[in-house]
């Protein structure tokens, strides 16, 4: 991505909620419909160009927005994409696996694998594993990009450049509030704020994990983080701070308060959000506010992770609750 991804003042919200909420448009990255995993694959790619890759694997769900953006990032750089799509989410319909990000992604000419489980990422990266010895054999020179937390968080490295470029663009506010789901956004946007000068705090909404599940999740994410930064862990596990209240029914399903979230930012700012990350951290700062987590007349910053291919996936679903 070139340039910093604007902020948009969400004027009516603002005026409803009594608090000065900004969206940092992050759904503006400019690849593949955009979204915050294209900060995450600069790292990646860069990585694997570096070792002469010519071929990029990867793992997210039928629906992902990761494999959709690797998909356009390996076509960008004239490299085969080849994603596997975990079952996470059950009991879809037809147009969860034939439109919105799988569509794209056959568009832009990727290889499709199926995962059958959806909480398994060591069977799901040792399953890429064997595709890419496969084409090893084939002359290929493949690059994995892991699921599973005993890998380094390469892509983290993305959002500590976003946290700072946020800090740059806007010095005195108090929140921001991102989705948590494989740590890596989150656990990047953290580090990135605690290394500037804004003291802001970092409210990190759970899309897959209850709380429990996920603090424990960022705390191993933000100590390979402050491996790779060469800083104290201690910095950045104190500001841990997750909140499930807009999970249920779970990872990838809309439950009333994300639909009631995403309809509000339709209606309210004609903004669209995703079912699985968008919606649920929009829901997740109303709850936070409503229980006064988030003070009046606090300036909170939400990050749009993108995602919107999404949407067209969960048609039936949007249409239905």
């Known amino acids: 991505m070139s340039g910093a991804t604007p902020l948009e003042r969400l004027d009516r919200l603002s005026e409803e909620l009594g608090i000065d909420l900004w ?8 690849l593949g419909f955009g979204g915050n995993k294209t900060r995450q694959l600069e790292f990646y790619f860069g990585d694997a160009l570096a070792q002469g890759a010519d071929t990029v694997l990867i793992t997210g769900a039928v629906q992902s927005n990761f494999v959709r953006s690797a998909a356009a990032a390996a076509a960008r750089l004239g490299m085969k994409a080849v994603l596997q799509l975990e079952e996470r989410v059950p009991n879809m319909g037809p147009e969860y696996y034939k439109s919105g990000n799988v569509l794209l992604a056959k568009i832009l000419g990727a290889e499709h694998m199926s995962y059958p489980v959806g909480e398994d990422e060591a ?11 496969e084409l090893k ?5 493949p690059y994995v990009i892991h699921l599973g937390l005993n890998h380094p968080p390469l892509g983290a490295l993305g959002y500590v450049a976003a946290g700072q470029e946020l800090c740059k663009q806007m010095q005195d506010f108090d929140t921001a509030v991102v989705p948590s789901g494989s740590g890596a956004t989150h656990g990047g946007l953290l580090t990135g704020i605690a290394l500037s000068t804004v003291p802001a705090q970092v409210f990190g909404v759970c899309v897959r994990r209850d709380t ?16 790779m930064l060469s800083i104290d862990p201690g910095l950045l596990l104190e500001k841990i701070e997750v909140w499930d209240g807009a999970l249920a029914p779970g990872y990838g399903q809309i439950g009333p308060k994300t639909q009631s979230a995403l309809e509000k930012m339709a209606q309210t700012e004609g903004i669209f959000l995703d079912p699985v990350y968008s919606a649920k951290t929009f829901a997740g700062l109303l709850d936070i506010v409503r229980e006064g987590q988030i003070k009046p007349g ?3 910053v939400m990050i749009h992770t993108g995602g919107l291919p999404a949407l067209f996936g969960y048609q039936n ?4 609750n």
């Open 137 to 141: 054999e084939q002359g290929r020179k």
């Open 298 to 300: 606090q300036k909170v």
């Open 23 to 30: 969206l940092k448009r992050d759904d503006l990255t400019g």
């Open 123 to 133: 069977g799901a990266d040792a399953a890429l594993h064997a595709r890419a010895d």
């Open 212 to 227: 429990e599940n996920q603090r424990t999740r960022m705390t191993v994410v933000l100590q390979k983080l402050a491996d």
């Open 317 to 320: 679903e949007l249409t239905h």
